[in-house]
């Protein structure tokens, strides 16, 4: 596709409920990024591939929290046991290469509520 | 201390007038940075990157001071269609994360 693409858009939880989030990068980008952002507030850093490889998950708020990138394309944001302060946008982003000075294209997000 | 500090504002302005907001950062090594652009439920996009010597784009002008550890974005000639959360950006020295400020609300007024 022509961009980063993110799937559900929406997704309301019961507390308790696991969820999966989807991010589809852009076509051959490397570097992909999960971010959280609350409402009124900057995106927060939650975790980072290169490829398929997991190299930084420093800013994941818990052990709910669990992301994959098996192939190195599509990446699935896990939640366990959703809880309110889990309720956020989701936000996935991609750049093509590892380094400094790529720019990150951010899909739509998934807008999670956990009631 | 957040690796990335802005004032939130917001900022109200009149239509045509200048408007600049500033960020600063915490880690010297930080190597490259960024000004994005949010508009209300919608992703950031980037808005231009920022570099020691100044840039410039139209009526938008950003700038890096390194001694200081802060990050400027001027905009001239206000237009409604400016309205929109600022975010800067700063990317580690590792390169690894991309640290956002929590933005600065701009609106204006006609």
């Known amino acids: 596709g022509a961009g980063v693409s993110q799937s559900p858009r929406y997704k309301v939880a019961k507390r308790g409920q696991d969820v999966a989030l989807r991010c589809d990068p852009i076509?051959?980008?490397?570097?992909l990024f999960w971010y959280q952002q609350a409402l009124g507030q900057g995106p927060e850093f939650l975790t980072y591939f290169q490829n398929e490889a997991q190299l930084d998950k420093s800013g994941l708020p818990s052990d709910r929290f669990f992301a994959e990138r098996p192939e190195g394309s599509v990446s699935t944001l896990k939640i366990q046991r959703t809880q309110q302060e889990d309720s956020a946008v989701y936000l996935c982003?991609?750049?093509?290469?590892?380094?400094?000075?790529?720019?990150?294209?951010f899909g739509q997000g998934t807008r999670l509520t956990v009631v | 201390r957040k690796e990335v500090e802005q004032d939130p504002g917001p900022f109200n302005v009149p239509e045509g007038a200048t408007v600049a907001f500033n960020c600063t950062y915490s880690n010297s090594a930080s190597q490259s940075f960024f000004w994005y652009r949010q508009d209300c439920r919608k992703e950031p996009k980037l808005l231009m990157s920022v570099y020691s010597s100044g840039n410039e784009d139209g009526r938008f002008t950003a700038q890096l001071n390194r001694a200081s550890q802060y990050i400027s974005l001027l905009i001239r000639d206000s237009k409604l269609s400016d309205s929109a959360t600022y975010l800067c950006?700063?990317?580690?020295?590792?390169?690894?994360?991309?640290?956002f400020g929590t933005g600065t609300s701009l609106t204006v007024i006609p």
């Open positions: 982003a991609s750049s093509p290469l590892w380094g400094t000075n790529t720019e990150a294209f």
């Open positions: 076509s051959g980008h490397v570097s």
């Open positions: 950006v700063v990317i580690s020295n590792t390169g690894n994360q991309f640290y």
